[in-house]
């Protein structure tokens, strides 16, 4: 009997020591809100992910204690929030009645910490693919970026938070500044 209470109390103090749930991280975006309308058009947006995992960073201490971020909205759903507002600055309406479609994929979007004794490395990477379905045909690009970075101490959330908002604005900087993407808009919506 006694060893069953070993075992058992053994078992429950293992659990207690597991991985305990991280906050969700809240991100930011900032769209690129254009001076003027240049536009008169009206399109459908819709979003997927399609990671095979739904975390968006990963804290690697070492010693198999890793620890996992979740996004406080889906990672879609914001991008594509930002992004509707940034056409609608251009005078891009979006519209759920809109013969045209622009499809965003978030392909990769994570921030990797290898968390050290006094130092870590924080390596973050996004790919957001865009596809854009019109009556005249179809048009399709990939945008990514890329950071890395090495910081004393201990990483934060809100370190981790920083470095994926900075990509994702960096992307929806080149997509506002995307000639090629804004001419095929421009003619074929």
Not at 38 to 59: E, F, G, M, P
Not at 163 to 174: A, D, F, G, I, Q
């Amino acid at each position: 009997m006694k060893k069953y209470i070993v075992i058992a109390t053994a078992l429950l103090l293992s659990a207690c020591a597991s991985t305990p749930v991280q906050p969700p991280l809240a991100l930011t975006l900032a769209p690129v809100i254009a001076s003027q309308t240049t536009n008169d058009l009206s399109v459908q947006v819709s979003s997927k992910d399609s990671r095979s995992h739904q975390y968006i960073a990963v804290i690697d201490s070492g010693a198999q204690n890793v620890e996992e971020f979740q996004p406080a909205e889906n990672i879609a759903a914001t991008f594509q929030s930002a992004l509707t507002k940034q056409f609608a600055s251009e005078g891009i309406k979006v519209s759920p009645s809109a013969p045209s479609n622009i499809a965003i994929n978030i392909e990769k979007a994570l921030v990797n910490v290898k968390q050290g004794l006094v130092k870590y490395d924080m390596n973050s990477e996004l790919q957001i693919a865009l596809l854009v379905t019109t009556s005249k045909g179809t048009f399709s690009k990939k945008y990514s970026a890329r950071s890395t970075k090495q910081e004393p101490l201990k990483a934060k959330p809100e370190d981790i938070a920083q470095s994926l908002e900075k990509m994702m604005n960096s992307v929806l900087n080149e997509i506002a500044n995307d000639g090629e993407l804004n001419q095929y808009l421009t003619e074929n919506l």
